[in-house]
C-alpha cells in the first residue's frame, strides 16, 4: 500500500530528527513499545484520492499531530521544540526534487508534497497541548 509507504518514510525521517519522543504511523503495527498516548507524534496518511481531472496523478493527505501533556510540557518548551523540528522537515519537502527523493519508492513516484493548514491550541479531553498540519502529497503510479 503506497501510503503506508510514504507514511513509514515520513516517521522514519521524524524519528531521525526528533529523538526524544515516540513517533508513530497510524499504518504500522501495533508492538509492545508502541504506545498510544501522549508525548507523542502521530503521523497518518489518508488513502489515496483520485479526480479525472488529475489523472494519472494520485494524492494523499497525511496528517501529522505533535501532542505533549500539560504536566509533562508546562513551559510548552518540548512542544515548540518538535512542532518547529516537525514543520522544518515539511518545509523541505516542499520542493518537488526533495519530496521525489525523500518519498518516493518502487511502484511509484512523488510530484511533490505541498503544505496545507494546520492549527495549535490545548485538547481538553487529553489534557494536552496540540500542533497539527496537513501535507498533500501527489504522486504517480
Not at 109 to 138: C, E, I, S
Request: net charge negative; proline share 4%; hydrophobic share 40%.
Amino acid at each position: 500500500m503506497i501510503e503506508a509507504q510514504i507514511e513509514a518514510k515520513m516517521v522514519a525521517a521524524l524519528s531521525l530528527l526528533i529523538t526524544d519522543v515516540q513517533v508513530i504511523g497510524y499504518w504500522q503495527e501495533e508492538t509492545t513499545s508502541t504506545r498510544k498516548e501522549p508525548p507523542l507524534i502521530n503521523v497518518k496518511c489518508n488513502p489515496r484520492s483520485v479526480e479525472e481531472d488529475t489523472l494519472p496523478v494520485l494524492s494523499c493527505s497525511v496528517e501529522i499531530e505533535v501532542l505533549t501533556p500539560s504536566e509533562y510540557d508546562q513551559k510548552k518548551l518540548k512542544i515548540a521544540d518538535w512542532s518547529e523540528k516537525v514543520l522544518s522537515y515539511l518545509y523541505t519537502l516542499n520542493t518537488t526534487a526533495t519530496a521525489g527523493t525523500a518519498l518516493s519508492d518502487t511502484g511509484y513516484r512523488v510530484q511533490g508534497a505541498f503544505m496545507q493548514a494546520g492549527d495549535t491550541g490545548f485538547d481538553t479531553d487529553q489534557k494536552a497541548n496540540y500542533m497539527t498540519t496537513n501535507l498533500m502529497v501527489h504522486f504517480i503510479i
